[in-house]
Antibody, heavy 117, light 111 residues
Framework: QLQLQESGPGLVKPSETLSLTCTVS??????????WGWIRQPPGKGLEWIGS???????YYNPSLKSRVTISVDTSKNQFSLKLSSVTAADTAVYYC?????????WGQGTTVTVSS | QPVLTQSSSASASLGSSVKLTCTLS???????IAWHQQQPGKAPRYLMK???????NKGSGVPDRFSGSSSGADRYLTISNLQSEDEADYYC?????????FGGGTKLTVL
């Protein structure tokens, strides 16, 4: 059974870079059928897509975040990662990773990131 | 880029049925969507993929009480025989070649 697990610091200072990793278990990130994505949810708000990556490294990002986002993949570790630069309090959210089969069909449990000094 | 519109809230009584709506923006009425359920304090859970024809495919373990249908730009999620555990936020999602979007979500209250 495929599982995704987010990991990374729960507290990031303003203006610094948020870095998270999603570890995929029970399946290969190199499958040609899927993309892999990051989605976030600010407290009390809805879901916002951040960006997606294919195992080859091909990416596409939410235009509203594109200038600050980098998503990368490490097939040897079955992981993909998110970097979000120049964070502010508005980036405080639960961050989810997901498998994308068109739609998001498998979700990680999420990790809370707070931006505060 | 498509936009998805959902009512912010809905309510229905225990044991009854409720129909939630997700509306696609103009020019995107043929798009496939997905429905997700998010129970309080939990991660979203994929419920089903729903096509413009009304054909749907549910995720593993999704109860038979959940079904989907479509009419024009509207995509529906119907929950029958409502249970207390169905009280949750419901999101629709769609995508195209280089973007994906979520609706604002509907908070379902089971009375």
């Amino acid at each position: 059974q495929l599982q995704l697990q987010e990991s990374g610091p729960g507290l990031v200072k303003p203006s610094e870079t948020l870095s998270l990793t999603c570890t995929v278990s029970g399946g290969s990130i190199s499958s040609s059928s899927y993309y892999w994505g990051w989605i976030r949810q600010p407290p009390g708000k809805g879901l916002e897509w951040i960006g997606s990556i294919y195992y080859s490294g091909s990416t596409y990002y939410n235009p509203s975040l594109k200038s600050r986002v980098t998503i990368s993949v490490d097939t040897s570790k079955n992981q993909f990662s998110l970097k979000l630069s120049s964070v502010t309090a508005a980036d405080t959210a639960v961050y989810y990773c997901a498998r994308l089969y068109g739609f998001s069909d498998v979700w990680g449990q999420g990790t809370t990131v707070t931006v505060s000094s | 880029q498509p936009v998805l519109t959902q009512s912010s809230s809905a309510s229905a009584s225990l044991g009854s049925s409720v129909k939630l709506t997700c509306t696609l923006s103009s020019g995107h009425s043929s798009y496939i969507i997905a429905w997700h359920q998010q129970q309080p304090g939990k991660a979203p859970r994929y419920l089903m993929k729903l096509e413009g024809s009304g054909s749907y495919n549910k995720g593993s373990g999704v109860p038979d009480r959940f079904s989907g249908s479509s009419s024009g730009a509207d995509r529906y999620l119907t929950i029958s025989n409502l249970q207390s555990e169905d009280e949750a936020d419901y999101y629709c999602e769609t995508w195209d070649s280089n973007t994906r979007v979520f609706g604002g979500g509907t908070k379902l209250t089971v009375l």
